[in-house]
C-alpha cells in the first residue's frame, strides 16, 4: 500500500511515512485535549474554579462599561 500510494502521490516513501506519522502524532494531540476537557467537566474544583473566573471576567467587563 505504501508503495502504491507514494506511486500515485509522485512522493518517496520516506516522505509519505513522515507525513502520516506527523498527522497521526496530532491527532493523538487533540485526542489527549479532548480526554482531559472531558474529565475536567466532571471535577468539581476545575468547575469552581472556571465559574470563579467567569464573575471575575463578568465584574472586569462592567467595570470597563463603566
Not at 500500500?1 to 506519522?21: F, G, Q, R, T, Y
Not at 476537557?37 to 468547575?47: G, L, P, R, V
Request: hydrophobic share 35%; no cysteine.
Amino acid at each position: 500500500m505504501l508503495d502504491e500510494h507514494a506511486k500515485k502521490l509522485e512522493i518517496p516513501k520516506n516522505k509519505l511515512i513522515e507525513k502520516a506519522l506527523r498527522l497521526y502524532l496530532e491527532h493523538l494531540k487533540r485526542a489527549a485535549y479532548v480526554k482531559s476537557y472531558s474529565q475536567a467537566k466532571e471535577d468539581k474544583d476545575m468547575i469552581n474554579l472556571a465559574e470563579e473566573g467567569m464573575a471575575e471576567y463578568f465584574k472586569q467587563i462592567e467595570d470597563e462599561t463603566r
